[in-house]
């Protein structure tokens, strides 16, 4: 509890009367929004999501990335743009996360736009296989004033963890966070807040309690559960673990299945975030993988520009009036993490 406290606390110390003022205004736009049932908007977004790069080492059978099934180009994220962009939206934004697909640390500069991005005050965030984090790499990471590391460890063995991290290495996994946490100790830092993220899947079930034990025994900060998200869903699928509170799904009546959740005509995402591909797009949110909803190109316009048009606003008023109807929304669920 006390490092989740000092990781709060860290987030908290980044506010801003302008920050605080612009998260306000969000707020009781959605609000309004939601009531009205059409779209009002006040305010620039309060979280980001930049994608670094498409490219990745490994093969997981969920993930665009791995599955090497994009539609899109691959590439990586230019470091001129994405200082343009920060430049135009560090005055309100609260929270920056390095990832969307791929793998963040094989960008060659994705550890100098972290740093970029904290010395304008931004809670930094990324995600990782933790398969770069060699000592000189660990050490630089701690350097670059990252606030938070995701590790995603879905096994604690090898034979359970590359049975979805297909092409991976645990105990790659694992020597990287040791050298994470050691340089955090030597360099007496309170950065980046360890998280060991846990995608609950049936061939991993069974080992949750060991991932809460292996997290305890490294000194990682905390623990996160994940549910999975199944592309094909409907028909079941060997991922989807027996034990229903970490299943996204549903089996009906008739054998099919089903997400648990009710899709309500709403969305706070819409509001509040959103992501940028490493070519500049701007799409709604983390579920549109192939960025087939693009809202934007910030090559060619400002993101306050982007944030506030026609065809933004014309996006969150199709989801007001009937979001089962949006392709991408179709198999979105909130509440995807469990938290210990």
């Not at 409907?234 to 799904?249: F, I, V």
């Amino acid at each position: 509890m006390k490092v989740r406290l000092q990781d709060h606390v860290n987030m908290l110390s980044k506010s801003s009367l302008k920050r605080v003022h612009n998260a306000a205004r969000v707020f009781s736009s959605y609000h309004t929004s939601t009531f009205t049932g059409k779209p009002a908007l006040r305010g620039m977004p309060i979280s980001l999501s930049f994608e670094p790069t498409t490219s990745c080492n490994l093969r997981c059978p969920e993930c665009p990335s791995g599955l090497r099934s994009f539609t899109r180009p691959t590439g990586m994220l230019q470091e001129q743009l994405f200082r343009k962009v920060i430049d135009q939206v560090a005055p309100t934004l609260s929270y920056l996360t390095f990832y969307f697909q791929g793998e963040p640390f094989l960008h060659p500069q994705f550890l100098d736009m972290v740093k970029y991005a904290s010395q304008k005050g931004i809670y930094t965030a990324t995600s990782t296989n933790a398969h770069y984090l060699k000592d000189d790499v660990a050490k630089a990471t701690v350097q670059s004033s990252l606030d938070r590391l995701i590790i995603s460890i879905d096994g604690t063995s090898q034979d359970t963890y590359q049975n979805y991290r297909i092409g991976g290495s645990l105990n790659k996994v694992l020597e990287g966070t040791q050298n994470i946490l050691r340089w955090k100790k030597e360099l007496k830092s309170k950065t980046p807040h360890v998280i060991f993220q846990f995608l609950v899947v049936k061939p991993n079930e069974h080992q949750i309690p060991e991932v809460y034990a292996l997290a305890d025994q490294l000194g990682v900060d905390d623990v996160v559960l994940k549910t999975a998200q199944i592309y094909d869903y409907k028909n079941g699928s060997p991922l989807m673990p027996t034990q229903d509170r970490y299943s996204r799904y549903r089996q009906t009546s008739d054998g099919t299945y089903a997400l648990k959740n009710k899709l309500m005509n709403e969305c706070w995402k819409m509001w509040h975030s959103c992501v940028v591909t490493w070519d500049g797009k701007v799409v709604p949110c983390c579920f549109d993988k192939d960025a087939h909803f693009v809202l934007g190109d910030l090559n060619e316009n400002t993101f306050e520009e982007i944030w506030n048009s026609d065809k933004y606003n014309a996006f969150r008023a199709s989801l007001l009036r009937s979001r089962s109807e949006i392709e991408i929304c179709k198999n979105c669920t909130e509440g995807t993490k469990i938290f210990a």
